[in-house]
């Protein structure tokens, strides 16, 4: 069955930098897009980032376009966020998702891992 899990969350400081991982198993890796969302409490799952299955194309919400890159290895079957001059509204729960743009219905997520920016 699919597994993914998060890691690397944290504690950053405004302007600092965190990478997450997301280690996939349980299907084809490599043939899939992925994509990156994140929640905070109380509010709905936004979309964060997206991936092509080869890479190829990268998609960004408007949010964090220009600061955040998403990657993915495919010989690792690890899918990557670099997030840079991070934000205290970047602050949520970051989860992967085996699509490229989950939907309501979607229900195959991890754990996630927590991203905290304060100073």
């Known amino acids: 069955q699919v597994q993914l899990v998060e890691s690397g969350g944290g504690l950053a400081q405004p302007g600092g930098s965190l990478r997450l991982s997301c280690a996939a198993s349980?299907?084809?890796?490599?043939?899939?897009?992925m994509s990156w969302a994140r929640q905070v409490p109380g509010k709905g799952l936004e979309w964060v980032s997206g991936i092509y299955p080869d890479g190829s194309e990268t998609f960004y919400s408007e949010s964090v376009k220009g600061r955040f890159t998403i990657s993915r290895d495919n010989a690792k079957n690890t899918l990557f966020l670099q997030m840079n001059s991070l934000k205290p509204e970047d602050t949520a729960r970051y989860y992967c998702?085996?699509?490229?743009?989950?939907?309501?219905?979607?229900?195959?997520w991890g754990p996630g891992t927590q991203v905290t920016v304060s100073s």
């Open positions: 349980g299907f084809t890796f490599s043939a899939f897009p």
């Open positions: 998702a085996t699509v490229m743009m989950p939907t309501k219905d979607y229900d195959q």
